[in-house]
């Protein structure tokens, strides 16, 4: 069986004009996945929400709305596992206040959330220049 | 952020007319809602027909509509959802808040009653 070797390397401004593009490129994976046996469309837009929303958080609460630094995003697939990280080059902020549900009148805070209930696993912590979100799924 | 805004009598009618409704232009909506809440039109029907993605800040900005509405003795009602958006309102128990209608005629009609 031939199985899918995916590994994506983007930079893009810390701007949020940019999350379209990168929500597109996780949709188009899904879409084009050789063997994925469930819902396709569901993947599509679970891959478009889950890097939308880390970016969106690397963009405010890390890089703190900087519009001159950038966002650093891997995508990679091997063995029927992706594995999505967002390299932000701030102060970072607190994952695990927000990884329960909020309260549905909340306006903020459903994100990280979000990340937890589609992603299997995912670990935010510091690197050199800066912090990684790390974020996996099995296929 | 590309919304078209009607006055339907009962209620103002908005039409979000963006594929994405996310951290881009959450914002965007969020200020034109209030706007309307000045100008003590509190009756909002949102219409998402042509919206496929909302992200968590797009949410955001509904629930903010939807308290800003109700704190003023109006209402903000949401119609076409697409559904995977519709999900989204489920995962995040948004469907027990919001009244949801197939289309914007049947949210009209629901301010009318």
Do not use: W
């Not at chain 1, 690397?58 to 519009?67: L, M």
């Not at chain 2, 009598?9 to 881009?24: C, F, I, P, S, T």
Request: proline share 2%; hydrophobic share 40%.
């Amino acid at each position: 069986m031939i199985t899918d070797r995916i590994a994506v390397d983007i930079k893009v401004p810390n701007q949020t004009r940019y999350l379209c593009l990168i929500g597109h490129i996780g949709e188009n994976i899904a879409l084009t996945l050789r063997n994925y046996s469930g819902d396709r469309k569901k993947l599509a837009y679970d891959l478009n929400l889950v890097l939308t929303e880390a970016m969106a958080n690397a963009i405010k609460h890390a890089n703190e709305g900087d519009p001159a630094k950038e966002v650093h995003i891997e995508i990679s697939i091997v063995d029927q596992r992706l594995i999505i990280r967002v390299f932000d080059f701030g102060q970072g902020f607190d994952v695990k206040q927000y990884v329960e549900p909020r309260h549905p009148l909340e306006e903020h805070g459903r994100g990280i959330y979000l990340m937890h209930t589609i992603m299997d696993e995912i670990s935010y912590r510091p690197t050199d220049s800066g912090h990684v979100l790390e974020m996996c799924k099995n296929l | 952020m590309n919304l078209h805004i009607e006055d339907k009598g009962a209620a103002m009618l908005l039409a979000v007319q963006e594929e994405r409704l996310d951290a881009h232009n959450s914002g965007d909506l969020k200020n034109q809602m209030l706007k309307l809440f000045e100008e003590g039109k509190n009756n909002l029907v949102v219409d998402l027909q042509g919206v496929r993605f909302v992200d968590s800040s797009g949410l955001g900005a509904l629930v903010s509509g939807f308290k800003n509405a109700s704190s003023r003795n109006g209402n903000l009602k949401l119609a076409g959802l697409q559904l995977q958006v519709k999900s989204m309102f489920e995962l995040t128990r948004l469907h027990r808040v919001f009244e949801i209608y197939t289309d914007s005629t049947e949210a009209l009609a629901s301010f009318q009653q």
